[in-house]
RNA sequence: UGAUUUUGUAAGAAUGUGUUCGUUCAUGUGAAAUAUCAUGGAAGGAAAGUCCGGACUCCCCAUGGCAGGAUUCCGCGUGAAAACGCGGGCAUGGAACCCAUAUGUCCCAUGACGGAACAGUGCAACAGAAAGAUACCGCCAUUUGGUAAGGGUGAAAUGGUGAGGUAAGAGCUCACCGGCGAGUUAGUAAUAAUGUCGCGCAGGGCAAACCCAAUUCGGUGCAAGACGAAAUAGGGAGUUGGGUAGCCAGCCCAAUAACUCCGGGUUCGUCGCACCUCGAAAGAGGAAUUUUGCAAAACUUUGCAAAAUUAGAUAAAUGAACACAUCAUCAUUCGAUGACACAGAAUCCGGCUUACUACAAAAUCAUCCC
RNA sequence: GGAGAGAUGACAGAGUGGCCUAUUGUGCAGCACUGGAAAUGCUGUGUGCUAGCAAUGGCACCGAGGGUUCGAAUCCCUCUCUCUCCG
């Protein structure tokens, strides 16, 4: 049950203009922010009710490679950790500028603390 | 031995092996692949910068002129073109040798390296009398003037030395040196040489200033462009021919219309697009690259055969964890950290430029030893 | 992905190859004016190296590095960064 489907990823921009719209819980870490809230099901099977993550990585923290590996990591402790984030939430992870200099450990661990909180 | 620079090489291929969990594409099975299925493929030399050139796309054709852009020593070769390679010439800089104030020989590096009489215009601050044509001081004459030998300025000042000559001077005249043009010789040419002839030599610099000459270029860039679905309002204002490349011609369309702007709706998908062609498909044929083998030529090319390979995402795949081995750094006992530079395909191909790792060669510099 | 424009003092914005570290406005600091402020007027206003006891000077810097030129903020080339446009 590891398996990461394309419905858990958020892939239009109207799923990331709601974040602007709606009120939505905040953690604001050192090297990210991450951002989230209850969308309204659709349907009841696993696809209308998985958690949905979308990455932000603007120019400014790195090089594309840097960008790279942070959406990677990101993205690996999303889908290994699938039972820290609630059901039919979406949440928007937006890295900021020191992330470039951590090891993947630190961002996997930073993340799924934030995501406790949330 | 070290540093720097240049050139070349590396398919610059996760450090290697294994296990587990995943991403994406293709094919198969299947009613359906977003059912947790099977097999196979999946990042570079620069994928980067977007500086050039093409393929391809649409603009009715892409035809002529103007405007505008690009290129520029000569020869040969490769290439579709940009560009690159080899050789030569010229200029500048450096080292060595020779000679002594010059010049020459040879080697290395760099060069956007056509044209400044035979087209024309422009620029040259400050200083200086004067910057393209002049007389401030000085010299001579003394009525008007003549004079660039001496002075000082500047990045740049009318070729230099000596003699004659003169009122004083001056290529004004002569000798030698230098220069320009023609001829001759050598060379395919750029160009070079010159006991030949002519010119006293009234014109130097800047064309990465305008420009001239020769060659060359239509615009547009895959967000090009084609199709489908959904949504919406036959809305409002303006122009009068419109379309087509900045303008003109030419060409095409139209007067029942066309175009521009404002406002409104949508914010999805498929193709283009993954080596090419043919084919409904199975498949067939061909191309390129790599490896291996054989043969020829002669030292890296050609031919034949076999095998393998050919990335295709779209909020954007190519990854993560663990174990063992190896290597590096820290600690020097246990052990800890890491897998190393530059860096991530976005329609495709060929160059250029920039970033950077390892190895090899050459040159220069520094240090040490003999 | 593609196409285009730009970078000058703390900020904005001018600037024919030479007189240009460079003008103008805003801001900031000081002084004058006022009982006190505002407005107004005057003066000053960056960084680095360097000479000098000091006052005060000299040199370099117009995003960075090269080139052309006697001479570059300006012309040319290569990089860095910022902004705009497209279906």
Redesign the pocket.
């Known amino acids: ?7 858990q ?9 709601k974040f602007r719209s709606k009120d939505t819980r905040n953690v604001y870490a050192e090297i990210f922010v991450l951002k989230s809230f209850k969308r309204v099901a659709v349907g009841v099977s ?2 209308d009710l998985t958690p949905r993550i ?3 990585t603007s ?2 923290i790195g ?4 960008r ?2 942070v ?3 990101v ?2 402790a999303f ?2 950790n699938l039972k820290c984030f609630k059901q039919s939430h979406d949440y928007l992870f937006i890295a900021l500028l020191g992330i470039g200099t951590k ?3 630190e961002i996997t661990n930073a993340v799924l603390n934030a995501a406790k909180l949330l």
């Open positions: 049950m590891f398996r990461l489907f394309k419905s990823r958020l892939r239009k921009s109207s799923d990331f203009e696993f696809h979308g990455i932000i120019r400014k090089n594309a490679v840097t790279n590996r959406r990677r990591v993205r690996e889908r290994l090891s993947n450990k």
